[in-house]
T-cell receptor, first 114, second 114 residues
């Protein structure tokens, strides 16, 4: 069973640039969620993708967007990067057809915006 | 609006003793609760969960208690081991919604001293 993997592990970008983060979900999981974890805080829900469509969104501006592919892998795109976007970005996969199920997280991508 | 609160930023416990981590929530729609453990440079790892139809769930050294009337849950670790030293996150979701969108607390740093 393959776990959740994210790439890259670390990234440094300049304010105003765009970034794409990638996530491969755990084998058999059809749902991917993205979370932002700022320093000293818990992860905050950005959005979720189920069967290639957005299935819920947290309180994040439209410059945060995503994609899910037929193999259930996913991308998080952030446009017009701001300094406050510096955070750990976590991807989690789960099986949406099963209620009350745990989500499994990847190791995260540490994004630094300078 | 913090719907899930972990009011203790840190906890220090002697090896072999009990660790008790607490979590409060405000949203009465939450009906599924999870605890995650996070080591530095890693993603959160699922530990244990509980549905709102139960008041206790046990898995080895870990037990989660849920008090719905008080909107409070706690994680007990007995006996505590040095390897348990990590950040512990409480999370909640509306389990009836497919996909398990999690709301996290800010985390509690547990230090187990040998």
């Amino acid at each position: 069973e393959t776990g959740v993997t994210q790439s890259p592990t670390h990234l440094i970008k300049t304010r105003g640039q765009q970034v794409t983060l990638r996530c491969s979900s755990q084998s058999g999981h059809n749902t991917v969620s993205w979370y932002q974890q700022a320093l000293g805080q818990g992860p905050q829900f950005i959005f979720q993708y189920y069967r290639e469509e957005e299935n819920g969104r947290g309180n994040f501006p439209p410059r945060f967007s995503g994609l899910q592919f037929p193999n259930y892998s996913s991308e998080l795109n952030v446009n017009a990067l701001e300094l406050d976007d510096s955070a750990l970005y976590l991807c989690a996969s789960s099986l949406a057809s099963k209620m009350n199920t745990e989500a499994f997280f990847g190791q995260g991508t540490r994004l630094t915006v300078v | 609006d913090q719907q899930v609160k972990q009011n203790s930023p840190s906890l220090s416990v002697q090896e072999g003793r009990i660790s008790i981590l607490n979590c409060d929530y405000t949203n009465s729609m939450f009906d599924y609760f999870l605890w995650y453990k996070k080591y530095p440079a890693e993603g959160p790892t699922f530990l244990i969960s509980i549905s709102s139809i139960k008041d206790k769930n046990e898995d080895g050294r870990f037990t989660v208690f849920l008090n719905k009337s008080a909107k409070h849950l706690s994680l007990h670790i007995v006996p505590s081991q040095p390897g348990d030293s990590a950040v512990y996150f409480c999370a909640a979701s509306v389990g009836r919604e497919y996909g398990n969108k999690l709301v996290f607390g800010a985390g509690t740093i547990l230090r187990v001293k040998s």
